[in-house]
């Protein structure tokens, strides 16, 4: 399905995105996943 | 072990039933891109519903606006969990913009010696301050920590420019006002007393990391 893919695809981008940045636009921070950390 | 709140919980069943081809460790990513994404949503949807409530929403979106962008480089204080952070946002940012619109007909052209002030000290704040990180997200990298410290500059900066430029075209001292405060608590939010405040872990985790 060509939708999921573009949802996934934009999901990963905004996770990518949180990580690379301080912080994100709100005052709430997830923890990272063990993959992203490694990414760095 | 660490419990999840009913925020993360629904998000992770979320990814699980939507993407259930996928690996477990894209989904924890596609999980995190979740609540980054819905996180903002609904921090900015509540506070344009109850500042559109009390008549004030572009004084509370321009203050919110202001403080978000700076934050994405310059990192600060976060609320324990979504319900705390949503509640924080909408009462510090409609109270900035019921602020704004009452005490910036007082202030009027004087709004000027406010951004002076805001300049100096943010300045200030940010050099001695940013960017911090928070415990779920620690800032590792020294170069990082310095190409972050440089863009918290560049936007607060850019910021300044675009409040002074409203001053001088005559725009409405509450807006400027508005605009100033959410940069005041952005740079609140980075010291090391608004860590006190929120109860989050300050200097143990800026010295374990930068060490």
């Known amino acids: ?40 | 072990m660490v419990t999840k709140d009913r925020f993360e919980l629904m998000s992770e069943k979320l990814i699980d039933r939507i993407f259930t081809e996928s690996s477990d460790q894209e989904k924890a990513v596609l999980d995190y891109g979740l609540q980054v994404v819905l996180s903002s949503l609904l921090n900015y949807l509540f506070i344009i519903i109850i500042s559109s409530l009390l008549g004030v929403r572009t004084l509370a979106l321009t203050a919110a606006i202001t403080a978000s962008l700076i934050k994405v480089f310059s990192g600060g204080v976060h609320a324990s969990c979504l319900r705390n952070c949503v509640l924080t946002a909408v009462t510090i940012f409609t109270s900035i913009g019921l602020i704004s619109k009452y005490v910036g007909p007082i202030l009027g052209e004087n709004v000027i010696i406010f951004f002076w002030l805001v300049l100096l000290v943010g300045f200030l704040v940010l050099y001695l301050y940013a960017p911090v990180g928070v415990k779920e997200k620690p800032i590792t990298s020294q170069a990082k920590r310095s190409k972050l410290k440089r863009y918290s500059f560049i936007v607060f900066f850019t910021f300044q420019i675009v409040y002074y430029l409203l001053y001088l075209t005559g725009t409405s001292a509450s807006l400027i006002l508005a605009g100033l405060l959410g940069a005041c608590w952005q740079l609140f939010g980075i010291t090391p007393v608004a860590y006190r405040l929120f109860g989050r872990e300050y200097r143990k985790e800026v010295k374990e990391y930068e060490s």
Do not use: F
């Not at chain 1, 990518?16 to 912080?23: D, H, L, Q, T």
């Open chain 1, 1 to 40: 399905m060509k939708a999921k893919k573009v949802v996934a695809e934009l999901l990963k981008k905004a996770a990518k995105a949180n990580v690379a940045s301080a912080s994100g636009l709100s005052l709430y921070q997830p923890e990272v996943p063990q993959s992203l950390k490694e990414d760095k």
